[in-house]
């Protein structure tokens, strides 16, 4: 085997050997990460002792940074919950989200890294806030029965509402959504009607120009905004 030379060839072999590792033996089972890459480290040949060392110590260093950017996140997530920039109708769910961060918090911080993966431009609270959503709907089973609402103040000016759903998958935003929706295909619909007749259909323009008229997508637009406004005045997110 050709020897390996500088610190970091040696961490990279040793992270190699890590990830080709078959399922761990009875001696093994037990061992923490840090453990069993310490010990592929130890048993790294071709290597001298001063080249060992150096690579573990670089891979600590990476396992420490790790640790204290998710301990970083956890800690701004808990802040925020405790902050006037966060409000839900239910008193019980902040410490029921409290606790599933202090249990996980590394799972925690995974979702926020992956909020900000997938929006490079997203704020910081912002991820934090879609984390704490993702986190609730994961656990649902660990919150009541019923709907509930919760709200976050975000540093830019703007505010997020997010109604959860009740135990059975329904809640006052999906209704109002989904009455937007069809008003806003039935609109569609009788749009592209007229827009594509030749003047010959003359019973189908009727009934689109009947749909136009008596459309619900005003109210429907104005119920869903309504009820936003609603909370975001309850949380006190306005003004």
């Known amino acids: 085997m050709t020897a390996i030379s500088s610190a970091n060839n040696a961490a990279l072999l040793i992270l190699q050997q890590t990830n080709a590792s078959l399922l761990p033996t009875k001696q093994q089972a037990g061992k923490s990460a840090a453990d069993t890459i310490a010990a592929i480290a130890n048993g790294v040949s071709s290597q001298t002792s001063a080249v060992k060392t150096q690579a573990s110590s670089t891979i600590n260093s990476a396992l420490l940074d790790v640790k204290e950017s998710n301990d970083g996140i956890v800690s701004s997530a808990l802040d925020f919950l405790d902050s006037d920039n966060f409000k839900t109708s239910d008193a019980s769910v902040t410490d029921v989200i409290k606790k599933l961060i202090n249990d996980d918090g590394d799972k925690f911080a995974s979702l926020v890294k992956a909020e900000k993966a997938q929006h490079p431009n997203i704020s910081d609270d912002n991820a934090i806030a879609n984390a704490i959503q993702r986190l609730i709907r994961d656990n649902r089973s660990k919150f009541g029965d019923g709907e509930f609402v919760i709200g976050f103040k975000l540093g830019s000016g703007g505010g997020i509402i997010s109604n959860i759903e009740d135990k059975n998958g329904n809640s006052t935003s999906k209704t109002l959504t989904a009455a937007l929706k069809a008003a806003q295909s039935s609109l569609t619909e009788a749009a592209e009607v007229i827009n594509s007749s030749d003047g010959t259909n003359t019973d189908a323009l009727k009934a ?12 429907a637009t104005k119920d869903f905004g309504a009820w936003v406004d609603e909370w975001m005045n309850a949380f006190g997110f306005r003004g």
């Open 208 to 219: 689109a120009s009947a749909a136009l008229n008596n459309s619900n997508f005003g109210k």
